[in-house]
């Protein structure tokens, strides 16, 4: 079963827009990180976020996590053509030993000029 | 050139065919690990790695086996393929802790007929 699903499953906006997604999990974990992938490439980690912390900003990216709720937010803002990409959460098990990783099934979020 | 690649990339066999995917990383990371892609699924973890002769089972090992006799490869062999192999299969790699950043291979896309 998946730790993480990503909501929406596909979006799709506007170059200059803010784009919004959204991340929920099941068990407690140590930290929550988002990955990205181009089409027919592989996975390339954006951001980790402990789960100690609320939140976290890396150049037009902004990362919220709320463990009471077991949710995480990616906002990527002013998109470009080039943020077109597939967006994954990855998530560890704190109640399992939390040894792995495990993704969720991504947001596909198309940014047309 | 230094990083994580995955040979072959492509790949078409057929039922019943043993079939190995390779995977090597210049880094000496500790912690490497195979995962598969399927639409819907988002990436499942097959099998991962601690160190050189350390494995475990990730969400779905069943009709795979793996070695590690060097920290550097990590190969993933599919001993009698069948059509539900048929996915596209990421080898990642990381060091310090399994749950860190990982960096991941560009993938092989592995078609069983």
């Known amino acids: 079963s998946q730790q993480g699903e990503e909501d929406p499953q596909a979006l799709s906006i506007q170059e200059g827009e803010n784009a919004t997604m959204n991340c929920s999990y099941k068990?407690?974990?140590?930290?929550l990180q988002w990955y990205r992938q181009n089409s027919g490439r592989g996975l390339v980690h954006l951001i980790l976020?402990?789960?100690?912390?609320r939140e976290k900003h890396s150049g037009r990216l902004r990362v919220t996590l709320d463990t009471s709720k077991k949710s995480s937010s990616l906002l990527i803002t002013a998109s470009r053509a080039a943020d077109t990409a597939s967006y994954f959460c990855?998530?560890?098990?704190?109640?399992?030993?939390?040894?792995?990783?495990?993704f969720g099934t991504g947001t596909q979020l198309k940014v047309e000029l | 050139d230094a990083g994580i690649t995955q040979s072959p990339r492509y790949k078409i066999t057929e039922t019943g065919r043993q079939v190995t995917l390779m995977c090597h990383q210049t880094?000496?990371?500790?912690?490497m690990f195979w995962y598969r892609q399927d639409l819907g699924h988002g990436l499942r973890l097959i099998y991962y790695?601690?160190?050189?002769?350390?494995?475990d089972k990730g969400e779905v090992p069943d009709g795979y086996v793996v070695s590690r006799s060097k920290t550097e490869n990590f190969p993933l062999t599919l001993e009698s393929a069948t059509r539900s192999q048929t996915s596209v299969y990421f080898c990642?790699?990381?060091?310090?802790?399994?749950?860190?950043?990982?960096?991941f291979g560009e993938g092989s896309r592995l078609t069983v007929l």
């Open positions: 068990t407690s974990i140590n930290n």
């Open positions: 990642a790699s990381t060091n310090g802790r399994y749950t860190g950043e990982l960096f």
């Open positions: 880094w000496s990371h500790s912690y």
């Open positions: 976020i402990r789960s100690n912390e």
């Open positions: 990855a998530t560890d098990d704190a109640t399992g030993g939390g040894n792995k990783l495990t």
């Open positions: 790695s601690a160190a050189a002769d350390i494995t």
